[in-house]
């Protein structure tokens, strides 16, 4: 009897990957997403593969993907008179009030629709600049200097209408530079003699809203009035704005001086005009210009030096109106002026009448900054939907938080409407919440500083400051909240216009460690 064959050892199953032009043997296998070969699954994978496999991420993170090297197959001279009309249409959104990332989003759009991938956009408050990579070839960078900046909001509206058709594939790239020279050639929507109109009515709404009697509303319609002539005056001899919001703000309290010296010699008629209501008017009436909403909304996108130039701006040109308040008031006061702030309520009773007072406030602003008929309407309905919220909640939230949450619906009703009938949202937010700007409380705390010789302290004119602060800030983030909110309501999947405006958004994303 032979003696049995010698035992073959059995060969330990391999957890190497294997290439599928190679494996003969059955085994159950899947594709692995990382390498591209076949992984064959037995039951024996070492413990230390196992937790490898359990533990690591399967892809990349997306921002990475942006680093890739990649080439669009575009000519560049057809690259550079696609970034050169999408750089001067980002310069003109800019120049009348776009948000940077609303700008942004209008060079990537433009840069998709005609075949361009790899772009990257910067904006500041004073340029713009677009590189567009092209490989292992020589990218194209355009810079552009933003230079001037003004209230336009129906140039603005039309820019975007500019954009959205080309998005919508029916305007070429000639016929879209042609389209462009004409909207930057058409002159203002209005004669400017309409506009002082428009301040005039936006001084009598503020008086309204803040309980004024009738000879306080003629008074603060010469107010506004004289404000405004007074403005454009020095701004066509170059002064600097800072300088101009001086003589803004001591305007109103030179008037108010003048009208307690005419209550002492009890002229007929002004026994109970309150100077305070003048001079509260003729601040909301200055304030309503500047660009809170859009600081605000710049950092909240993650636009940080944008946002930075534009708060400063504010912060300056509000300077500009304390400077002018103040020396009126500590002149009057040194020279014994009998400066006294009367009796005020700062708000008339009658809800009715302040949600239409707030409904022409926010009109009076839209025409002055030369709004087109839809966007005026649509600022009538910002402008009363805030106030109504507004006066349904003050009482039980206070004054700031109230504010806070009238912003928030303004917002997003603004993004919201100006999707629908593609107005500006950034023209219907600023107009929604001009009449929640805190113009009395500001004045109240300037009287109470330069008045006050320190033996009382300074406690009363901090707190109405602080107070004003306080709203301020509040209007600020509820209008920055609702733009976001409204922002997530009108996605369509796989638009253009999703796609540019989320990596627009990218720098305000919270880090998910994706």
Not at 76 to 81: K, V
Not at 159 to 184: H, P
Not at 473 to 502: C, E, F, H, M
């Amino acid at each position: 009897m032979s003696a049995p064959l010698p035992r073959r050892p059995r060969k330990k199953p391999s957890n190497k990957p294997v290439n599928p032009t190679t494996h003969t043997r059955a085994l159950p296998t899947a594709a692995d997403t990382d390498t591209g070969f076949l992984v064959a699954h037995t039951s024996k994978l070492r413990w230390r593969d196992r937790a490898h496999r359990a533990l690591t991420a399967e892809a990349a993170p997306t921002w990475s993907l942006d680093l890739r090297a990649v080439t669009d197959g575009v000519d560049e001279q057809r690259a550079r008179r696609v970034l050169d009309l999408a750089m001067r249409i980002a310069d003109s959104l800019l120049s009348t009030g776009a948000s940077a990332a609303e700008v942004t989003a209008a060079v990537l759009r433009i840069r998709a629709v005609y075949g361009l991938r790899s772009v990257h956009v910067d904006v500041t408050f004073t340029s713009i600049s677009v590189c567009h990579y092209r490989g292992a070839e020589p990218p194209i960078t355009l810079i552009r200097n933003v230079s001037t900046r003004t209230q336009d909001y129906e140039r603005l509206a039309r820019l975007q209408r500019l954009v959205n058709d080309i998005e919508g594939d029916i305007v070429s790239l000639d016929e879209a530079r042609q389209r462009f020279e004409s909207i930057m050639a058409m002159p203002r929507l209005y004669r400017r003699s309409l506009v002082t109109a428009a301040y005039a009515l936006l001084g009598v709404s503020v008086c309204l809203l803040l309980g004024g009697s009738t000879p306080e509303v003629v008074l603060s319609l010469v107010n506004a009035v004289i404000v405004d002539r007074s403005q454009l005056w020095l701004a066509r001899r170059k002064l600097p704005t800072f300088f101009t919001q001086v003589v803004g703000g001591a305007i109103p309290t030179t008037m108010a001086v003048a009208l307690v010296y005419a209550r002492l010699d009890e002229v007929p008629g002004l026994e109970r005009v309150s100077a305070s209501a003048v001079v509260a008017t003729g601040i909301v009436v200055l304030l309503a210009g500047l660009s809170v909403v859009g600081a605000a909304q710049d950092a909240i996108d993650g636009y940080y030096i944008t946002a930075s130039a534009r708060a400063f701006e504010v912060v300056v040109l509000t300077m500009g109106i304390i400077v002018g308040v103040l020396m009126v008031l500590t002149v009057s006061t040194t020279l014994g002026a009998p400066m006294y702030l009367s009796a005020y309520e700062g708000m008339t009773g009658d809800v009715g009448l302040q949600v239409v007072s707030s409904a022409l406030i926010a009109v009076a602003f839209a025409i002055s900054s030369y709004a087109g008929g839809r966007t005026v309407a649509l600022c009538m309905v910002t402008g009363s939907v805030g106030w109504g919220v507004y006066a349904l909640t003050v009482d039980a939230l206070g004054a700031a938080a109230a504010s806070g949450v009238a912003a928030l619906v303004v917002g997003t009703c603004a993004q919201v409407f100006g999707r629908a009938w593609t107005v500006p949202g950034l023209a219907l937010s600023t107009a929604g919440i001009v009449p929640l700007l805190p113009g009395l409380a500001v004045y109240r705390g300037l009287y109470h500083l330069a008045t006050n010789d320190g033996r009382e302290g300074y406690g009363p004119a901090f707190d109405s400051l602080g107070g004003a602060v306080a709203v301020g800030l509040a209007l600020a983030a509820g209008v920055s909240l609702g733009a976001y909110l409204g922002r997530a309501t009108r996605r369509r999947s796989g638009a253009i216009v999703d796609k540019a405006t989320d990596r627009a958004l990218r720098p305000a994303h919270a880090d998910s460690k994706e």
